[in-house]
């Protein structure tokens, strides 16, 4: 198989985000935020399938019960597929009407993360929440303006979250549900591009999209930078484990304010690794 492969179909994603690999049914989920889609890809078959959602779509993660949640608008819906339906579980409280969802992930107790963001992506209107129970609250009195890539380490004690816009990736420790203080963890610099969508692997690195910078970059857990894998587009917004033996990794990326050839197509790579089933969401 090449490095990179290009996962064929017939559209590219305005802004890709979201990824979701579903064990149970053996395929990848993503978003497509301002395309306002839900994809599925079964690897084994290659086939691609999209639903359209009423409003913007941040990101899909499913839940211990066999079904799946959705980030849409200001909102979070529990979607079905075959026939594709969505129903709003909670609104996300305070949220002025330029926001939106981002991205999102479950913790090992079932807790649901998630960010919102202002349309603008300029001015810090953006929040960290957490679900649980059906209810949200704010999570993190620290005001956002690009909320990215909520990833909790394979032991749980902690939770990674960036904004994107600070070029910053934070650590908090993760106490039943309380986050801890919020302690810088890498810092970006000139030339890694923006730190975006965020998974660890079972080693217990974390890989990060880098957006700007065309790559996905693996981290040591002591934050060094020690594998970067090339893509052949820029923007550049997130990445997840897959496959049967968790050893492939998809990645997105965004269409948007671009005109690269590959921009917003869905990659697949050799991450040389293996990832860890993801964590689900429990009422």
């Known amino acids: 198989m090449d490095p990179v492969r290009i996962i064929a179909r017939d559209r590219a994603d305005v802004l890709g985000e979201g990824l979701f690999w579903s064990v149970r049914d053996g395929a990848l989920l993503w978003t497509d935020i301002l395309g306002r889609r839900i994809n599925r890809l079964s690897p084994t078959t290659g086939q691609v399938e999209s639903w359209e959602t ?101 032991d749980g004690r902690f939770l990674l979250h960036t904004d994107s816009a600070m070029g910053v990736i934070f650590r908090y420790a993760l106490n039943d549900g309380v986050l801890g203080p919020r302690e810088p963890f890498i810092t970006f610099v000139d ?44 923007q550049i917004s997130n990445c997840v484990f897959g496959g049967p033996d968790l050893d492939r990794m998809y990645v997105t990326s965004a269409a948007d304010g671009v005109e690269e050839e590959h921009a917003g197509a869905l990659f697949e790579i050799d991450p040389g690794c293996r990832g860890l089933a993801p964590f689900l969401y429990q009422d």
């Open 54 to 154: 009423p409003d913007v779509v941040g990101w899909i993660v499913g839940t211990q019960d066999g079904g799946f949640l959705a980030g849409i608008g200001r909102s979070i819906a529990r979607v079905s597929f075959d026939p594709f339906a969505c129903e709003t579980l909670a609104e996300i409280p305070d949220q002025p009407a330029g926001n939106r969802v981002n991205d999102a992930a479950a913790d090992p107790q079932g807790r649901l993360w998630l960010g919102t963001m202002p349309f603008s992506c300029d001015v810090p209107t953006g929040a960290f929440h957490r679900l649980a129970n059906g209810t949200v609250t704010r999570a993190d009195a620290t005001p956002y303006t690009i909320p990215n890539g909520p990833a909790i380490s394979p």
């Open 191 to 234: 030339g890694w591009g923006s730190p975006d969508g965020m998974t660890f692997d079972a080693e217990g690195h974390l890989w990060v999209a880098c957006w700007g910078a065309s790559c996905v970059t693996r981290f040591a857990p002591d934050g060094i930078p020690v594998r970067r894998i090339a893509l052949p587009a820029s």
